[in-house]
């Protein structure tokens, strides 16, 4: 049963993304300047499609269109996006050791983002619940550490107080 409603459920936000693509056509063609739009970037395409999966529970086709993001590009910030996407992703489908892999490769490569502050605190969740507690504790300090007034960093601070 499951399975027939995750297909309907991809049918739906097919139809959907191909009616958003149709409105987006007829929009620009109906306007006054030229139909000379840039033709958009295949990774932020897939990260937009995956964004879309991702927000409908689809968690598992959200992860086969972020497979660019496995593979070292730019870094720019359609990556950045979709590595942080890929391990949200990996969280919601309980991929505890792929949401560690992700998270630590992306607070060490991106950890200017904002989000790096987040990555490490994923990877320190499921390092607790792997029973990994020691390794969580100092995940969580290195995270304190690096990214002190993140609201991450204050959620850091009490899983660590309250689990001594």
């Not at 929009?27 to 991702?54: D, F, I």
Request: aromatic share 6%; hydrophobic share 35%; glycine share 4%.
């Amino acid at each position: 049963i499951q399975v027939s409603e995750l297909q309907q459920r991809q049918q739906q936000l097919a139809q959907l993304l191909d009616a958003r693509a149709a409105a987006r056509r007829s929009t620009s063609q109906s306007s006054a300047e030229p139909a000379a739009a840039p033709a958009e970037n295949p990774q932020e395409q897939a990260y937009q499609q995956a964004l879309q999966l991702y927000r409908s529970g689809l968690y598992s086709q959200a992860l086969q269109q972020l497979r660019f993001a496995e593979r070292s590009g730019s870094g720019g910030r359609t990556e950045q996006n979709a590595l942080f996407l890929l391990m949200q992703s990996h969280e919601k489908l309980r991929n505890c050791e792929s949401v560690i892999l992700t998270g630590q490769r992306f607070a060490t490569r991106f950890a200017a983002n904002p989000k790096a502050a987040e990555a490490l605190y994923s990877v320190g969740n499921c390092q607790w619940g792997m029973q990994q507690r020691d390794i969580a504790r100092v995940t969580w300090r290195k995270l304190i550490q690096t990214y002190p007034n993140s609201p991450a960093a204050r959620r850091a601070g009490q899983r660590i107080q309250n689990n001594r």
